[in-house]
């Protein structure tokens, strides 16, 4: 198959473009990279994804998939031989997805208001609100994991994907902060499996330099800052 | 053996009514608790301690939450009657962005509208209009989102309609003059039996609304 029939639109900070990357590579599916410049966005990303004009975007024989979930699902199903990124049992689909929907929707905002909060107790309350979610997480690891390296057992699959494309961004936010937000004390599970992650085939050639990501977020959350303050005065 | 079901939920959610149409389009029996959202039973703790809402449906004992996964999961449990999500990747996909969609705009959108007054209100009311005309256009001439047939997003979003009347009530507008397609979408699945005995009566959902305003002392 030619290398053009599957492209991704991504940019290299986006721990969202990462989890196609990642599916991807688990399917071993050949892709052409295509890397955005999220401050001057191509025709091609804005005629591919008209309502949130947001990366990631897979193209797939000139259609657009767009919103990270919903790609790496219909890279599982695209490319249905093994390995399976989705559990089969409809039960242990449901548990992963339920997991994938708290990361998204209540784990990764939290993340983000670290960077977002304004003053040392908001700031703190912030990292807080990032730790109490980890430690769910530890909890949910526990049970799905069964003893075994990943949430999806012996190979990394949705629920790994889904969490493991922010370590990066925890890594930011702990040097940021000079914080410690994944203890190996209160989630040792989730400590090892984050070491893990990172080590395997799918994800290590494709995962961003953690120290170039903490460059790129200094030089953006710092700009931000700045923009902030000017217009306070 | 039977299966046993229970669905956990609360009459006026627009995300229990998903779960309840679901059902329905797949004929299936199961026991309804309602939940006082005020005083949650000690079975939805139990059952969903991590965001304690409802839905939450309970198969054979195991706790399935989050309404567009429990659909999905009715779904592919129960897949050989009034399959819910099309069978080819990419239009699972598309399916699954439409659905997306209406969970991240409709229902703070619409709560804005009955929640707020002045130029919050009137925001509200413009992006809602906007959101609701995006779906216009992926409907198009199709008699539902699903093709011939109900589908996934057709699930997702036929149970905000009976929501309809309270936010125009309530915003001062009407949806039917800006999304007069998107109505007879509504008017067309309301035709189906499950539809029809999932969602609830738009009057009766404008009384709890009124009652929710006044609990918050919102004129």
């Known amino acids: ?233 | 053996m039977a299966d046993e079901i229970i669905l956990l939920d609360f009459w006026p959610s627009m995300f229990g009514m998903r779960v309840r149409l679901a059902l329905a389009e797949k004929g299936l029996k199961y026991e309804y608790k309602e939940e006082d959202l005020r005083n949650k039973s000690p079975l939805l703790l139990e059952m969903n301690p991590v965001h304690k809402k409802i839905p939450v449906l309970i198969h054979n004992g195991k706790p399935i939450c989050e309404s567009l996964i429990i659909v999905q999961y009715i779904d592919e449990v129960w897949h050989d009657k009034s399959p819910l999500l099309p069978s080819d990747p990419y239009q699972r996909a598309q399916a699954r962005f439409w659905a997306d969609y209406v969970d991240k705009k409709l229902y703070e959108l619409g709560r804005k509208i009955w929640s707020t007054k002045g130029e919050e209100q009137e925001t509200a009311k413009k992006e809602f209009i906007e959101c609701l005309k995006l779906l216009e256009g992926e409907l198009g001439d199709k008699p539902y989102f699903g093709g011939e047939k109900i589908g996934f997003v057709d699930v997702a979003l036929v149970t905000f309609s009976c929501w309809f009347h309270a936010y125009e009530s309530f915003g001062n507008f009407s949806i039917e003059a800006e999304c007069p397609k998107l109505i007879a979408w509504t008017k067309r699945c309301m035709e189906k039996e499950s539809v029809s005995s999932s969602l609830e009566d738009p009057h009766k959902v404008h009384g709890f609304v009124m009652g929710m305003k006044k609990k918050l002392g919102i004129e």
Not at chain 1, 3 to 17: E, I, R, Y
Not at chain 1, 119 to 133: C, F, I, P, T
Not at chain 1, 211 to 232: C, G, Q
């Open chain 1, 1 to 233: 198959m030619a290398t053009s029939d599957v492209k991704l639109l991504g940019a290299w900070p986006s721990p969202f473009a990462l989890r196609v990357h990642i599916a991807l590579n688990i399917k071993s599916v050949d892709y052409e990279c295509i890397e955005e410049n999220l401050r001057a966005k191509s025709q091609l990303l804005l005629q591919s994804n008209p309502v949130h004009k947001k990366v990631p975007v897979l193209i797939h024989h000139d259609k657009p998939i767009c919103e990270s979930l919903a790609i790496v699902q219909y890279i599982d199903e695209a490319w249905s031989s093994a390995p399976s990124i989705l559990p089969s049992d409809p039960y242990d689909r449901a548990v992963a997805r339920f997991w994938a929907a708290y990361i998204d929707d209540k784990w990764f905002p939290w993340l983000n208001g670290v960077a977002n909060a304004q003053g040392a107790e908001a700031k703190k309350a912030a990292l807080d609100q990032v730790r109490e979610g980890l430690v769910v997480l530890e909890e949910a690891f526990g049970k799905c994991s069964e003893g075994k390296d990943f949430f999806s057992g012996d190979r990394i699959g949705y629920v790994d994907i889904a969490l493991g494309c922010f370590l990066g961004w925890v890594y930011v936010a702990e040097k940021r902060n000079d914080v410690k937000l994944l203890l190996e004390d209160k989630m040792p599970g989730l400590a090892a499996w984050a070491n893990k992650f990172c080590e395997d085939g799918a994800v290590k050639d494709v995962m961003p330099d953690k120290d170039e990501l903490l460059e790129f977020a200094n030089m953006v959350l710092d700009a931000r800052a700045k923009l902030n303050a000017s217009s306070n005065n």
